[in-house]
């Protein structure tokens, strides 16, 4: 017979031995304030992803390293794992989850329950939430390089615009050539 202490103990290390394994299989560094990295994580995360992928279809600005940011609602797991350093499944599943991302706003406040401000950051070095030219708040309009929050609020404050090409038209005095080309490979249909 197994005597109760004896038991005790058993069911002590079973729960430990338990919450250490889901704490590895869930978290892979992800929670909130932390990057510590996982067994999830790509071993090519730092290389660009392709550049032939719908998904892929936007770079940063002209002189910096070309960097292809991922459209937040089109992108594959796949190409978020190669794109984002360190972003193990369990992010690539949340990403995925809050579909379709109508602002930044929105990504911000979804991803804020499993991570931090700071790897919130990080994330949108590498995505971006495709701009509706006429709907889109100035955080939105800000993933444009080269485009500060008054110069967002003047866009705001010019709509409606008929066309994306009167949208870009109305860019064209705030940010670079290199800026407006990005900010066309951002905008909705």
């Known amino acids: 017979m197994i005597r109760p202490s004896t038991a005790r103990r058993a069911a002590l290390v079973c729960a430990a031995l338990l919450a250490f394994a889901s704490a590895a299989c869930d978290s892979g560094g992800e929670r909130a304030g932390t ?8 071993a090519n995360a730092t290389a660009a992803t392709p550049a032939a992928t719908p ?7 002209a002189g910096s390293a070309a960097v292809r940011k991922l459209n937040l609602n089109t992108a594959s797991g796949a190409e978020f794992k190669a ?5 193990g499944d369990r992010m690539v599943h949340e990403f995925e989850e809050y579909r379709p991302y109508r602002s930044l706003q929105q990504f911000r406040k979804e991803m804020a329950k499993y991570v931090g401000p700071e790897q919130i950051a990080e ?3 590498y995505v971006y939430v495709p701009i509706n030219r006429n709907e889109s708040d100035a955080a939105t309009l800000q993933q444009i390089p080269g485009l500060d929050a008054s110069e967002a609020q003047a866009v705001i404050g010019a709509r409606p615009f008929a066309s994306n090409e009167a949208f870009l038209e109305r860019l064209a005095g705030s940010v670079s050539e290199a800026d407006l080309a990005v900010a066309r490979t951002y905008l909705s249909n």
């Open 123 to 125: 994330y949108e070095k």
């Open 35 to 42: 990057n510590t990295g996982n067994a999830n994580t790509n």
């Open 83 to 87: 794109a984002i350093p360190g972003l």
């Open 55 to 61: 998904a892929a279809n936007a770079n940063q600005a």
